[in-house]
């Protein structure tokens, strides 16, 4: 029997490196809300009073980056003046040029050596579904991830007056034969004014914000671990620096799928580390609703400036027909840039509301539909 206990974790909106993800995305959503043409790689830096807005961005929308990052740390909760990071308060330095024309070239259809929309940059990407549960998602992840929201909800309808924005959770699943058997632990920690001490924090996350969210999976004896320093009323980015793209994991997978090591915020869908790793989710959950694996991974690798990859791979870790699996993928699914942009629907202000709490498993999202070509994939 394979037994064995597997953790992932889930850090909040207001967690600096998400911080710092938001206002990527906000930027991105301002740009393709104006043109939807734009190009844009914008990378976000963080710390105390100070948001630095950097990157590369070409597009004919007119933009005023300041107001974008104000709304963007207003709409996650950092508007108190008496923190160093607060929407009304902070310094905005924006460091951005234009996109290089040799990527240009080799993007733009017109352009393209390939006679095609190419790869906006070279690099690996991964999609990963698992039928262990309903959104087939890792469960580990799920839970986590349903914890830290859970947390912020309660926030934000301002249940628990006591809270502020940076919290993030973690939760270990075990597992017999590849399947979750039970939660074997939990940590909550979550920033907090200075009256709420630890025992209190503790009651609500078991009494209250655990049953809630985890349900079934939720047992009072679960070993809880809330705070484990003892307090958190500083946090965010007031008390640490935050960057964009530093929480891949969190975003994707939980690490129960490799990653090829492109973030996702603050790109536009032509960069393939973006679009092309949606894309690979859409493929995997194929995959295992047509149930020709139980769980599986797919792998595609690109040339900057190509439309085609220059490889695609299926591996179903020995839980289905990996062939089947591997000539369904290859039959049924496009992963040129242009024909995923089209089939998603990618060049609109979507990416605000992808940027927390994982970027696969949440309903409404394109690249989490189950299309007719799995059912006829039986």
Known sequence: MSRYIFTSESVSEGHPDKVSDYISDSVLDACLGQDKNSRVACETLCKSDTVVV????????????????RQAVKEI??????????????????LITRQSNEIDQGVTLTTSQSGDQGAGDQGIMFGYATDESPELMPLPLLLAHKLTKGVSDDRKAGKVAWLRP?????????????????????????QHTPEADQKRITEYVRDEVGPKVLGAWWRNDVPLHVNPTGSFTHGGPSADAGVTGRKIIVDTYGGAGRHGGGAFSGKDPSKVDRSS????????????????????????????????????????????????????????????????IDRFD?????????????????????????????????
Not at 54 to 69: F, K, M, S
Not at 303 to 327: C, H, M, N, Q, Y
Not at 359 to 366: M, S, Y
């Open 277 to 340: 790793a949606y894309f690979c989710r859409f493929v995997a959950k194929q995959v295992v609703a047509a149930g020709l694996a139980k769980k599986v991974e797919i792998q595609v690798g690109y040339a900057i400036g190509l439309a085609k990859p220059v490889s695609v791979k299926v591996d179903t870790f020995g839980t289905g027909d990996e062939r089947a699996a591997e000539k369904f993928v290859m039959d049924t699914f496009d992963f040129r840039p242009r024909m995923i």
């Open 166 to 190: 940076d919290n993030k959770s973690q939760v270990s699943v075990l597992y017999e034969n590849n399947e979750p058997k039970e939660v074997t632990a939990v940590v909550v920690s979550t």
């Open 346 to 378: 990618l060049l609109r202000p979507i990416y605000r509301s992808t940027t927390n709490y994982g970027h696969f498993g949440r309903p409404g999202l394109p690249w989490e539909a189950v299309e007719k070509a799995a059912a006829v994939a039986r």
């Open 77 to 94: 909760g950092y508007t108190d003046v008496a923190e160093p990071f607060c929407d009304t308060t902070l310094k905005v330095i924006s």
């Open 54 to 69: 950097a990157g590369e961005i070409t597009t004919n929308a007119t933009l005023d980056y300041d107001q974008i990052v």
